[in-house]
């Protein structure tokens, strides 16, 4: 599949826009410490020691968190935490707000590691997992500021360029609707990353797709789509920006790639391919790839799916075909005014399609069901198809109703004196 998919994705034409030009760390608005710098600082920095009580509270909790009686660690850390002072409360309040987290009790987690990180007198190691987890967590209780704040605190603490923190600071600021300073982030996490991740390129194109650049937001997802085919949900996203862009051809061209693939599994994706299908005068294909999904299942076989078949095939100029949707849709549909709709375009198409007996079934039906200067009209589709069925009493009889209105009054003049004299000319006694 990927080798088919490489195929697929050259015959696009992607020209590879590269979204994740390199990323300085000015650009993160980041002063960020050489690894020389961070060295020097672990070494300078006072390695201290928890007293002995804090110590033993520490690894009996921690020997109870193993045997899984989280609750039991907890509560024993917390007698001891009143008590503490200095590193002694610092290191104590990063312990206990880790397991706070991992017992999933974040709102008392969070300032417990706040507190911790903010004293910044833990070891390097430690007070480096503290700045990122306050970071992670605050992103998780939607303090967005906090999270960007100490992450980039992190950032700066330790000269790591982890893709998925460079991620968590993007989110934040998708969060905050603060859709420009997603690009650096989102673009430095791709740089990173050992391997390419959906959610990187996602964030990144809705940065741009939020600020109206669709070009940028298109060049995203094509290098996203170039190394990550198979996310399924791109391949619609990126037809659809097309579609904005007012660019049908490639929008086509793009779903009838995932269409090869078999990408497309939702109703509304087959929908829209038949839509582009149409748009692009290939109305024929329209109707068949319709018709198919909806007897496949994939497309919910209701009156409006089969008008939307039947409008194909008439735009197709096939007639009989268009006829006989029509005719299912009047079937399904519940809507006296759609069922009016539908009956009359059936019958129409019959009348073009010289069926002109077979025309006067739904016709009829749909005059029962129109109102107004709906009947006139269809009272006039009555009279030409009896008319060039040879049925030139009733094309008169229907004619002659047609007149009373308003809309056909002139028209049904014409046809009155034509169906008259050609009666007349054949022998028919009206």
């Known amino acids: 599949m990927k080798t088919v998919m490489k195929t697929f994705v050259t015959a696009l034409a992607f020209g590879l826009v590269v979204a994740t030009a390199p990323v300085a760390a000015q650009d993160l608005g980041l002063d960020l410490p050489s690894k020389e710098t961070v060295e020097a600082q672990k070494k300078a920095r006072k390695n201290q020691v928890a007293s002995q009580r804090v110590g033993r509270a520490i690894m009996d909790a921690f020997e109870l968190y193993e045997q899984e009686q989280l609750q039991e660690a907890i509560s024993l850390l917390e007698e001891e935490l009143p008590d503490a002072e200095g590193y002694d409360r610092a290191y104590l309040s990063r312990f206990l707000g880790t397991l706070y987290a991992q ?3 974040t709102d008392e987690a969070l300032p417990m590691l706040k507190n911790a990180a903010d004293q910044d007198v833990l070891g390097w190691n430690d007070q480096a997992a503290v700045l990122k987890l306050v970071g992670q967590l605050s992103l998780q209780v939607e303090k967005y500021s906090q999270s960007v704040e100490y992450l980039k605190k992190w950032f700066e ?3 790591e360029m982890d893709p998925q923190a460079l991620f968590y600071v993007a989110n934040a600021y998708y969060q905050q609707k603060e859709f420009a300073e997603i690009v650096p982030f989102a673009q430095a996490a791709l740089k990173y990353a050992d391997e390419p991740k959906k959610d990187y390129y996602t964030l990144l194109m809705a940065s741009y797709f939020e ?3 669709y070009d940028k937001a298109i060049a995203t997802i094509e290098e996203g789509l170039n190394v990550l085919p198979e996310t399924i949900a791109w391949w619609p996203q990126l037809a659809q ?18 269409y090869l693939a078999g990408y497309l599994k939702e109703e509304n994706q087959f929908k829209l391919l038949v ?18 999904h909806i007897e496949s299942g994939d497309v919910e076989g209701t ?4 008008s939307t078949a039947a409008n194909s095939f008439h735009r197709a100029k096939e007639l009989s075909d268009a006829a006989k949707w029509y005719g299912k849709a009047a079937e399904l549909t519940d809507d006296r005014d759609d069922k009016g709709e539908y009956l009359r375009k059936q019958g ?8 002109y007996v077979a025309a006067t079934t739904p016709l009829k039906n749909a005059l029962d069901l129109a109102e107004g200067d709906d009947k006139g009209r269809i009272y006039m589709s009555l009279a030409e198809a009896f008319f060039y069925g040879g049925d030139y009493r009733q094309a008169l009889t229907y004619v002659n109703e047609a007149a009373k209105f308003d809309n056909q009054r002139r028209s049904a003049r014409s046809w009155k004196g034509y169906i008259q004299s050609t009666a007349k000319r054949k022998g028919v006694d009206l």
């Open 103 to 105: 017992a999933e009790r």
């Open 157 to 159: 603490f330790t000269g």
């Open 211 to 213: 600020r109206k650049m």
């Open 241 to 258: 920006m097309y579609m904005l862009k007012e660019n049908l051809p490639k929008a086509l061209q793009t779903m009838e790639v995932a």
């Open 275 to 292: 839509q582009l299908y149409d748009n692009e005068g290939i109305p024929y294909k329209a109707a068949t790839t319709m018709l198919k």
């Open 303 to 306: 009156a409006k799916n089969y």
């Open 348 to 355: 129409n198409l019959l009348v073009q399609n010289e069926q």
